[in-house]
């Protein structure tokens, strides 16, 4: 409990110690178990508590950084100050290297916000919905216009870093945004993703579920969204980010929310299967990122790999790919899928999984 992953700008991943310094917030959004109306029992720590929490954690080798983020209390300006002291204790009195990441508040000063990101490993400033007519309903506290102010100072300060000045959240700036609390579809949540990254440089965007709160307002939805959508959600901001990927070629243009049966690249190649088939041993990069169960470092395997040789299908499973999928979409040296395959109505039940009852001795692999 409390304690939650990450991952570094070399890729490892890490365990961070996730506080709140208070529990208590000024802002009434209506999503929030922590919002001024709710009767919640309020908590708060001091910045010396945070240090000396952070620092007992690591010695007995629990995490290897900090997740520090709170309630708004007094002022934006108030709160960052506490957290900026929090950090500090943390670098100067203990000497903490760990990896620290700051929620940066929305309506703080330009120089706290620096003083943060001068300390913190990342920054980030919440988003909190895909919609302003949705935060102006459910948040009137809040704005993406002051929201994206804040991204735009974070993101001002690392490039400023990166042509030769002071070492400034070296991690980057993430966000986060809770879905299925405004009734908003996929396609919004994703072309609002996409414009967060192209403008902010955003590292990641995360997606948190809705989860129904005591006395909800009755504007605010009875249930929390499936887990799965927001398993939906995040591979399709992979495609997004690494795969080559628009939100227009995600989303089909009469369904505007992700299958849940099936993984958003695997539906998009099967609405276009005039693509396919993919030659494993001559396509682009960019066409084989489209093939459904190759993954960005499969891809990278095939084109180094196939200077030497051609590819059989055989290859592209010692390779790591997901070859069950993928072969329906290939060409190899030794396989050719059936002329009639792609074009088969059939074709989209191959993929949907079927439930399976395990015996109570059974393995996986059917072994005893």
Not at 48 to 56: G, P, R, S, W, Y
Not at 91 to 106: D, M, N, Q, S, W
Request: net charge positive; with cysteine; hydrophobic share 40%.
């Amino acid at each position: 409990m409390g304690i939650c992953h990450s991952y570094t700008p070399d890729g490892r991943c890490i365990s961070l110690l996730k506080l709140l310094l208070t529990n208590y917030c000024l802002y009434d959004c209506l999503y929030c178990v922590n919002r001024i109306s709710s009767d919640t029992p309020r908590a708060r720590f001091t910045p010396e508590e945070v240090a000396f929490l952070t620092m007992e954690f690591y010695r007995r080798n629990y995490i290897e950084g900090l997740f520090l983020s709170s309630g708004v209390i007094q002022s934006p300006d108030y709160t960052m100050e506490q957290m900026i002291r929090a950090v500090t204790l943390l670098r100067t009195e203990h000497k903490f290297g760990g990896y620290i990441h700051v929620k940066a508040v929305p309506g703080a000063a330009p120089e706290l916000i620096r003083q943060a990101g001068l300390l913190a490993d990342r920054l980030s400033a919440n988003i909190e919905l895909p919609r302003d007519s949705d935060l102006i309903r459910l948040a009137p506290a809040k704005s993406h216009a002051e929201i994206e102010t804040a991204m735009t100072r974070i993101r001002n300060g690392i490039d400023e870093a990166r042509e030769g000045g002071a070492a400034f959240a070296p991690a980057g700036q993430s966000t986060q945004m809770v879905i299925g609390a405004a009734g908003e579809t996929d396609d919004v949540i994703m072309t609002s993703a996409s414009q967060l990254y192209k403008k902010h440089k955003l590292r990641r965007v995360y997606y948190s579920g809705f989860s129904p709160i005591p006395h909800p307002d009755p504007n605010l939805p009875a249930e929390r969204p499936p887990l799965v959508r927001e398993h939906r959600l995040y591979q399709a901001d992979w495609l997004l980010r690494f795969y080559g990927f628009t939100t227009a070629e995600i989303f089909d243009s009469t369904e505007r929310n992700l299958p849940l049966d099936k993984d958003p690249k695997l539906a998009w190649a099967l609405r276009h299967r005039e693509f396919f088939p993919v030659d494993i041993n001559a396509a682009p990069r960019e066409a084989l990122l489209r093939v459904p169960g190759l993954g960005v470092r499969n891809v990278q395997r095939i084109i180094r790999a196939r200077r030497y040789r051609r590819l059989s299908l055989d290859d592209v499973r010692k390779l790591g790919a997901a070859v069950n999928r993928a072969k329906f979409f290939v060409v190899a040296r030794d396989h050719n899928p059936e002329l009639h395959a792609l074009d088969s109505p059939k074709l989209p039940e191959k993929f949907t999984p079927q439930p399976q009852q395990l015996l109570l001795f059974e393995t996986r692999t059917g072994e005893l």
